[in-house]
């Protein structure tokens, strides 16, 4: 079968707590045909995490120097932290037919939205609000004002969730995993996305 001409963009969200990274690390170990775009951050990263693995740590300064030079798809200051995704890296890969997942925060997806219409939006949210509180805490990472910080920005971010194409509830890894890749082979089984295959016909 002939490659896709241009990869399908896909942008996951979620609230803080809800378990993204360890929902993506799955769908990545049952498909190894997608990009997974590696984001930069200003925040400290947490125990466990690694530089260029779950984020590109940058600091301040560098971070506001690629906003001036125009080297971001979107970027956003969330918690007083900025995140972004570089644009470079992002064609490259859908130029070469590949998948390219980001892991963005509602006000980023908007962006990629504005800029990238073709998109697809996928909402992760856990079983319930109740879950989501049980989750930050037993992380043991924060300070109890943060998690209610953390709490409040998941509410606001709630509101966003009907613009999204579509939505994953996170109660078991594995099984948010494989909604993940069922929405992603929808996707690559549409229309517009398989016109490469009957040509010459």
Same mark, same amino acid.
């Given at each position: ?9 896909i ?5 803080? *707590? ?33 530089? *260029? ?11 506001? *120097? ?104 996170n ?10 890749e ?6 690559a ?13």
């Amino acid at each position: 079968m002939k490659k896709k001409q241009r990869g399908q963009l896909i942008v996951l969200s979620g609230p803080s *707590g809800v378990g993204k990274s360890t929902v993506i690390a799955e769908l990545l170990s049952l498909r190894d045909d997608i990009h997974f775009s590696v984001s930069f951050t200003t925040r400290t990263p947490r125990t466990g995490e690694a530089d *260029g693995v779950n984020y590109s740590f940058v600091t301040r300064e560098h971070f506001e *120097g690629m906003i001036a030079g125009n080297e971001l798809l979107e970027y956003a200051e969330y918690v007083n932290n900025y995140y972004g995704t570089s644009l470079k890296v992002i064609n490259e890969k859908l130029d070469e037919g590949i998948d390219v997942l980001l892991d963005i925060e509602v006000k980023g997806a908007a962006a990629v939205k504005t800029k990238c219409p073709e998109a697809v939006l996928i909402f992760i949210i856990p079983p319930s609000f109740e879950e989501l509180s049980r989750r930050l805490k037993n992380r043991n990472s924060d300070e109890d004002d943060v998690i209610a910080s953390r709490l409040q920005t998941a509410r606001e971010e709630y509101r966003e969730i009907p613009h999204y194409d579509y939505l994953v509830v996170n109660d078991k890894v594995s099984a948010a995993a494989l909604e993940l890749e069922a929405i992603l082979t929808a996707e690559a089984c549409r229309t517009k996305n398989r016109l490469n295959l009957i040509e010459g016909v």
